[in-house]
């Protein structure tokens, strides 16, 4: 237990940087975070010894003057960011004792910034899912509990044990990566903050691909200011990335200004769904509430592709994937299970080592793109997603960001929802269209239903995630959210 | 046209050939591309399809691919697209081949052929795109495994792919060695077809003259123009048996066993495949600047047909041998550094007759002559200024070859200077003629004879005496 | 569209994975079921609608960035090699392929 680790990304920052602690200690305080959140299965591999060794070398760093953004802050990461010299496996049987010999562009400035790490967090094998529970490692328990129901509670996913490690305060911020929502809805199962950044604002390179036009680094935290400054440490241009964005990174932490006056936002209608909880609902009418009563002027605007969004993200994310998950095939690295021919040895290998989830998924991205399909499914989904980019560029000509909830409802039990995929799919019908559109989007803790953390969500234009951070803060402070998690990591 | 049990057919073949791009590092990483060094000592992770790792693409590749479109005359795609092209296979690491499907980097073009007789033929050619080459499976390192090499894995390729135009083996030979030509002229790839730098896939169908297109046989990875020829001819005979024994061919993938002559479907899954082409995720479309390939095409090289038209109407040379020299560019330069202010014909003759022989003796190409172009050109201005013979020259070059050195230098240390002085050759002449008065008596009935006084002068004179002059003084000193 | 076991095994071997018999059937009607869901989008009109392959240029218009022709990388055969469940004399290794 340590008052360190309640401390937010930026108030430890400031307090390393007035020495009233140092990174080592810091780092040995959320170590033991991170063993005490065990519980949870948080992590997949915790790295303490390298979390201390990260800590000296940047208290050396200071006192030689040299100060990186995120100093001696220590960080979870995803499993799904390739780290040099540390197991990484995309939550996975197939990548078994997979050591990458490279680490991801995002989590080498993340260290070239100063920050410390402090293990690889769980997540939905290879990304897949919605609820943390299709880990090879196990599911992660969400740190809250409905009051007065003791079942544990999945995290949201993919990016689960990231979400969880945060909330659970065993981590001052962690790396998510967002193919449908996979930072965004874990982020608000969690009461955390998420934010999924315009495709090509992070680069890829290094981070294992589930579905590469929709595949988008981003940093989950507590506060909308710490994800402004770890987002602008993660950010930037990457030649060795094909889709990264060339255009300059702002300091993302200015932009918090706090002013939104005359600042339009989009109330999208289709966003009313069927069988919508009334707290979901009012929750997001206070959100419009919130930034009206800061100055700003809602709009009611019109994605009228919405409901489709989710059908198309089942075909492009599948086929892509199904593409992408090739390469596991037990000839260069991880699982191989031997057989008689070739064939024998590629089959059996991809059958252990691929959970149901990857195999449905794959299977489905295989039939897709297969002869005489293709037109049907993945050239018409295709076509679905151009006039879902085309409803939003339409809509940023009337507002200048789009306030939604970011899910149908709050956490569910682990196992609920299980034996019917589409069910699971649902809980993304909020977060998905950004992500076809590639837009950035912010979910920001708001309130509670039944106990449990609801996110509002901001999707913002193309590379103006300063304005998706200013109205996040917007809406962070009005809402006001301190509730706290029943676990927090030490403290039970 | 081949005969038949029951009458003529005729072949069509379209070719599909796969050029090794001339680039120092492969196509979307910055491994390089030598060829034979250790096995899985150029390769990069993102050549192992190692997890999270992308591509990016070689500029250079780029410029290479539009140049040879330029080179074979073919329009230029502005705007093309990279697709995935999926499959499962030990050398192909990724589980697809980055490849161009439906909209390649260069469109319709043609390769124009020159016959045997003289006459030109146009093939047209359907397309060409970039992608990545497979690495290498060895199937005889070791009795139950195949060992993967991936040195060659993700080296850039274009794949040219012909139309159905070609009508015999010997066509398809004539076209390949044509745009071999056109490809090292170029400089945009080696042609070197023992190294796998050039692979060709035969798809061969017969049909009666006049009748429609038959169904084909595609031959895998023919690596040299013979076996192109050779696998042509025999897919096309076992064709016409199976249809003239009544049957019907079957759409296939075949290999050519090159041992045994003959073509056999492969057994791996190769006819079966759904490739599942979709636009590569992690690329965006090229787009190329009209500008650049403006510029690249001004810049292009004289290509081998305008050059041996050149080569005709300036040099006054006959079409074949003009074909001859433009074959290669290195000949082609150096024929015209030879001819440079001489007597073309005689430096044709050179080239073609002593220097080719001289260079198949030694197995070397032009680019290692021991002979340099200035050296060669000296020996003829030698020739051309009297001071030594043609037969002369001839050993002087033999000379050349073994040595390296300069034609004057050999000539001044072994004192080959031909003799043009008239007192010294009558001496000769004088002392040959009382030598053999029994032949001087024959020249009567019998003036060949006087071949025999001019080999006995010029074996006195070590072959110095000027061959005018001896003949000259023999004539007047025999008949008067 | 409802899957029959057929096409999942023929899609199963397409992509390389081993599914058992028994798998077949309520592989089948899942798939089915999604692809049944999935299929709402043959109500919307897409008729002269180009597909977006990519929102970084189709949306935020990029083109393919192009590197210079230089060996930065590959030279590093530990490290390919490292990972790899079987290896021989530098080389990967599988069960023998017969061509
Ligand atoms: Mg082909
Ligand atoms: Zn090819």
């Known amino acids: ?492 | 046209m081949i005969k038949g049990r029951t009458g003529d057919w005729e072949v069509v073949i379209g070719l599909e050939v796969h050029a090794q791009v001339v680039a120092r590092a492969k196509l979307f990483s910055g491994a390089a591309t030598d060829f034979g060094v250790e096995p899985n000592t150029q390769v990069s992770t993102v050549d192992a399809a190692f997890p999270g790792m992308l591509p990016v693409i070689n500029r250079h590749c780029v410029e290479q691919a539009v140049k040879t479109g330029l080179g074979i005359d073919a329009e230029i795609n502005l705007h093309s697209v990279f697709d995935r092209k999926n499959y499962f296979y030990p050398d192909l690491p990724a589980g697809y081949q980055i490849s161009q499907y439906q909209q390649p980097i260069v469109g319709h073009g043609r390769v124009t052929l020159d016959m045997p007789d003289g006459s030109t033929r146009e093939i047209g050619i359907t397309r060409l795109h970039l992608e990545q080459d497979a690495g290498k499976s060895l199937h005889d390192q070791h009795p139950r495994e195949t060992y993967v090499d991936l040195n060659r894995a993700g080296i850039g390729l274009m794949e040219i792919v012909s139309e159905p135009d070609l009508r015999s083996a010997e066509e398809a030979g004539i076209y390949l060695r044509k745009l071999r030509s056109i490809l090292r002229y170029l400089g945009t790839c080696d042609g070197n077809m023992e190294e796998g730098s050039l692979r060709c896939d035969c798809n061969v169908s017969v049909r009666r003259p006049g009748a429609p297109f038959g169904t084909r046989c595609e031959i895998k990875n023919l690596n040299s123009v013979r076996f192109v020829m050779q696998a042509i001819e025999v897919e096309a005979r076992r064709q016409i048996t199976i249809i003239e024994d009544g049957g019907t061919i079957a759409q296939q993938t075949r290999l050519f066993d090159t041992a045994r002559g003959e073509t056999r479907p492969m057994r791996s899954k190769e006819n079966d495949y759904d490739y599942r082409y979709f636009p590569d995720p992690d690329l965006l479309p090229l787009v190329l600047d009209p500008a650049w390939v403006t510029r690249l095409r001004a810049e292009l090289p004289e290509l081998p047909d305008k050059k041996r038209a050149r080569f005709i109407a300036d040099y006054g040379l006959g079409v074949e041998e003009a074909g001859v020299l433009v074959a290669e560019r290195a000949t082609a330069a150096f024929f015209e550094a030879v001819a440079e202010g001489r007597d073309p014909k005689a430096a044709a003759n050179w080239v073609i007759g002593d220097l080719f022989g001289a260079l198949n003796r030694k197995g070397v190409g032009i680019e290692a002559s021991p002979v340099a172009a200035a050296q060669l050109g000296g020996l003829i201005d030698l020739i051309a200024d009297g001071t030594i013979s043609g037969r002369i020259a001839k050993d002087v070059f033999a000379e050349m070859v073994e040595t390296g050195a300069d034609p004057a230098a050999i000539v001044e240390a072994k004192g080959l200077r031909q003799v043009t002085d008239t007192g010294a050759i009558e001496a000769a002449v004088d002392a040959a003629l009382a030598a053999n008065p029994a032949q001087v008596a024959q020249y009567a009935q019998n003036p060949k004879v006087l071949g025999f006084f001019v080999g006995q002068v010029m074996k006195a004179t070590q072959g110095k005496a000027n061959p005018a002059l001896v003949n000259e003084l023999l004539k007047k000193k025999l008949g008067g | 569209m409802a899957l029959d076991k057929a096409t999942v095994a023929r899609i199963a071997t397409l992509a390389r994975i081993r599914l058992s018999e028994a798998e077949l059937e309520p592989l089948a009607a899942e798939l089915s079921g999604i692809l049944d869901w999935i299929e709402q989008l043959g109500e919307v009109d897409t008729d002269n609608v180009e597909p977006m392959t990519s929102v970084a240029q189709m949306a935020f218009g990029m083109t393919l960035p192009m590197r210079d022709d230089a060996v930065t990388d590959g030279q590093n055969r530990d490290a390919v090699l490292g990972n790899a469940p079987r290896t021989a004399r530098g080389f990967f290794t599988v069960p023998k392929v017969v061509e």
């Open chain 1, 1 to 492: 237990m340590s008052e360190l680790t309640h401390l937010t990304l930026a108030e430890a920052r400031d307090g390393l940087a007035a020495k009233r602690f140092s990174a080592r200690e810091l780092a040995a305080a959320l170590n033991n975070a991170v063993a005490a959140s065990k519980p949870l299965n948080a992590f997949i591999t915790a790295t303490p010894e390298r979390a201390l060794e990260m800590a000296a070398a940047s208290d050396a760093r200071r006192a030689s003057g040299q100060v990186g953004s995120l100093e001696g802050i220590p960080l979870a990461i995803k499993d799904l960011f390739c780290t040099a010299g540390v197991l990484t496996t995309a939550a996975s049987h197939i990548l078994d004792g997979f050591v990458p010999p490279y680490e991801s562009t995002v989590t080498a400035k993340l260290w070239a910034a100063g920050a410390v790490m402090l293990g690889k967090t769980n997540l939905d094998e290879f990304a897949m899912g919605s609820s943390n529970t299709t880990s090879y490692y196990g599911a992660v328990e969400n740190p809250w509990r409905r009051p007065g129901d003791n079942r544990p509670l999945v995290p949201g996913g993919s990016s689960g044990g990231s979400a969880a490690a945060v909330a659970a305060r065993a981590a001052f911020g962690a790396t998510g990566t967002d193919t449908g929502g996979s930072i965004r809805q874990p982020a608000s199962f969690c009461g955390i903050v998420g934010l999924k950044p315009t495709y090509g604002r992070c680069s890829r390179w290094g981070v294992i691909a589930f579905a590469s036009s929709l595949d988008h680094p981003g940093p989950m935290t507590r506060t909308v200011r710490d994800a402004a400054i770890m987002l602008g440490a993660m950010a930037g241009h990457d030649p060795k990335d094909s889709t990264s964005a060339p255009v300059p990174v702002p300091n993302y932490e200015a932009a918090l200004t706090g002013d939104i006056k005359g600042l339009r936002v989009g109330i999208p209608r289709e966003y009313r769904v069927d069988g919508m909880p009334a707290e979901v609902e009012s929750l997001w009418q206070s959100g419009i509430d919130w930034l009206r009563a800061a100055g700003a002027e809602p709009v009611e605007i019109s994605l009228k592709m919405t409901k489709y969004a989710l059908p198309a993200y089942y075909i492009v994310a599948p086929a892509e994937a199904s593409s992408n998950l090739a390469r596991y095939d037990g000839v260069r690295f991880g699982l191989r299970v031997e057989g008689d021919s070739l064939d024998d040895m590629y089959e059996k290998t991809r059958a252990a080592g691929f959970g149901a989830e990857v195999r449905r998924r794959v299977l489905i991205g295989t039939y897709v793109l297969s002869a005489g399909y293709y037109d049907a499914y993945y050239l018409k989904a295709q076509k679905v997603r151009m006039l879902i980019a085309r409803d939003f560029a339409a809509a940023f000509e009337r507002c200048d960001c789009i306030l939604t909830p970011t899910t149908p409802s709050a956490a569910f039990a682990i196992g609920e929802k299980s034996d019917d995929p589409v069910a699971m799919y649902l809980n993304d019908v909020f977060t998905v269209p950004a992500d076809l559109a590639g837009l950035p989007a912010v979910s920001v803790p708001a309130g509670l239903s039944e106990g449990l953390p609801l996110g509002l969500q901001i999707i913002g234009r193309a590379f103006d995630e300063e304005t998706v951070l200013r109205v996040g803060a917007v809406l962070e402070r009005a809402a006001d959210f301190r509730h706290l998690p029943s676990f927090i990591a030490g403290e039970r």
